[in-house]
């Protein structure tokens, strides 16, 4: 099976890998998979508290090239969204833009699960009551 | 070093044709065009003749008779005709197998078909090394149990069974023993008589010699084994496998042995000093990092090692000088990982981290420079890539984390 050019672009140069301070308040994180399975992603947003823009992302996984390409662009779509244009990216759109063969679609499921994961974390930290 | 070289370790899988056994079946392709079935005029008697010779040069490597090989396509027909065939040849005797749960799929699957032809099948479970337990082997055994089928060296791993003292069990309980020696021979000394195997399936294309030729060793005597035919036609190979035979494979195939028979232990030897160097000096650059499988029973040029909170086929994908293998899911359409390691009670996460290095015969020290190389970064990128590789440096207990399985 041969990987598609974007794939193995973002594999190879991987955008926004690293960590944030998953303690801070502006921090959402999001943690999906299992080891067991094969694929850890960990996909985290930082919001600007004023504007409500996610002004960073970062990701880490542990995972097969798709999965790592998924998670990758995922951080790139991400920056500059607002938190309910975030939480619209559909996991179809990472396997059109990366041309995921079918046996890979669940890694754009589980790069979706992550930005909701993310935006779930982030919501739940800055509930106003 | 050569950074544009490109390596060549995946050995197990197929072995590059030997340029010499290339040499040898180029004239039966053309030249010598007869089919050795034809019994009267000289074009069939010198292809008769050539398969003849290639017969015995397969004999002598495996001290067996030649009347006792039967050419085949591969190690899968030949697994298939030994399993199937013995299975319907002695249904009189009984219906029971029993197996091992690390053979190859082509051993597994046809045990599948025979359950479902209504036969019994027993899948042992291996120690934590891949080795049979014999004493749960023997007790496996019963009135109705007509073969033990158990390969010789894993493809995996390349641990090798007992065989001995496997045959010693076959024998005091008056069964035959079947084996699937795919990875083995031609590699390492595979001589069924002494060892107490009646069938014994292997392959040109995994010793240097031909894809599409394989062969069976049916023992003639003592006792006298016969198989069912699996496929109709001509009655070739004494009515045991019809089908024109393919003369130039099956030339191949016989000077492959004739050069194994010769360089093997040299060859042996070279390759498990360059196995060994290549797992102590991973074992010094990387931490967490595992052999899987029984180092002292194992083939001499093969190494299935496991680069915990590291995914094998991501791994793979940083590769981009050497071709090795992964027991990763994400290498497989099923998304399950290598049932192999998994019976060896490896554990989902080491068996996902897994990758297998077979070495072959035209390897250089340059090339397991390289490889080195190439593992020990890619291991790095993918650990700093790696979120469980982050937890465990925290001293995370991964075991105590919550994970969402899907």
Redesign the interface.
Same mark, same amino acid.
């Given at each position: 099976m041969a990987y598609s050019e974007k794939v193995l672009d973002h594999f190879k140069n991987p955008k926004n890998v690293g960590t944030l301070d998953k303690a801070s308040k502006n921090v959402g994180t999001g943690l999906v998979g299992a080891p067991e399975c094969g694929d850890v992603m960990r996909l985290q947003i930082q919001v600007n508290e004023v504007s409500g823009i996610i002004e960073d992302a970062k990701f880490k996984t542990f995972g097969c090239g798709s999965a790592i390409a998924s998670s990758s662009l995922a951080t790139e779509w991400l920056k500059g969204k607002s938190i309910d244009e975030a939480g619209s990216i559909d996991n179809m759109d990472i396997v059109e833009e990366l041309a995921l063969p079918p046996v890979k679609i669940h890694c754009s499921v589980l790069a979706e699960d992550a930005i909701k994961g993310a935006i779930e974390d982030y919501k739940t930290k800055n509930k106003t009551v | 070093m050569n950074n544009t070289k490109l390596i060549y370790l995946d050995n197990n899988s197929t072995t590059p044709t030997d340029p010499r056994v290339v040499e040898a079946m180029l004239p039966y392709f053309h030249n010598v065009p007869g089919n050795a079935a034809s019994r009267n005029h000289p074009f069939g008697w010198a292809a008769e003749e050539a398969v003849d010779y290639a017969r015995e040069q397969i004999a002598s490597l495996i001290d067996v008779d030649s009347k006792e090989i039967i050419f085949t396509s591969g190690a899968t027909e030949s697994d298939n005709l030994a399993l199937k065939g013995v299975y319907e040849m002695y249904a009189r005797k009984g219906n029971h197998i029993i197996t091992l749960k690390t053979e190859h799929k082509a051993v597994l699957d046809s045990c599948k078909k025979i359950e479902k032809m209504g036969g019994e099948v027993t899948y042992l479970d291996v120690q934590r090394d891949g080795l049979v337990d014999l004493k749960e082997l023997e007790a496996a055994i019963k009135d109705t149990t007509i073969l033990v089928s158990i390969m010789w060296a894993n493809n995996e791993t390349g641990v090798i069974q007992p065989m001995k003292e496997i045959g010693e069990i076959c024998e005091k309980h008056g069964v035959l023993f079947m084996s699937d020696a795919t990875q083995a021979v031609g590699k390492i000394k595979t001589h069924p008589k002494e060892v107490g195997v009646h069938l014994m399936a292997f392959t040109g294309h995994k010793m240097y010699g031909p894809k599409g030729v394989g062969a069976l060793f049916v023992n003639r005597k003592n006792p006298r084994v016969k198989v069912t035919a699996q496929q109709d036609g001509g009655g070739h190979e004494r009515g045991m496998r019809s089908g024109t035979l393919n003369v130039p494979g099956i030339v191949g195939m016989g000077k492959a042995a004739e050069i194994a028979l010769k360089e093997m232990a040299t060859d042996a030897e070279r390759l498990s000093k360059l196995r060994n160097r290549l797992e102590k000096t991973l074992s010094e650059n990387l931490e967490e990092v595992y052999i899987n499988g029984n180092v002292d029973h194992r083939m001499p040029h093969v190494t299935n090692v496991s680069f915990k =909170?590291? *995914?094998g086929? &991501?791994l793979m994908?940083t590769f981009s000088q050497i071709g090795v293998s992964s027991g $990763?899911?994400?290498t497989s359409?099923s998304?399950e990982?290598s049932y192999v390691l998994m019976a060896l009670g490896l &554990?989902?996460?080491l068996a =996902?981290s897994s990758i297998r290095f077979s070495l072959g015969k035209f390897n250089t020290d340059e090339d397991i420079d390289i490889a080195i190389q190439q593992v020990t970064e890619g291991v790095n990128h993918m650990r700093?890539? $790696?979120?469980? %590789? *982050?937890m465990y440096k925290e001293g995370v207990d991964?075991e105590s984390v919550v %994970?969402? *399985? =899907?």
């Open positions: - | =909170h590291v *995914e086929e &991501g994908m $990763s899911a994400c359409a998304l990982p &554990g989902d996460d =996902h700093n890539l $790696s979120p469980i %590789w *982050e991964l %994970w969402t *399985e =899907h």
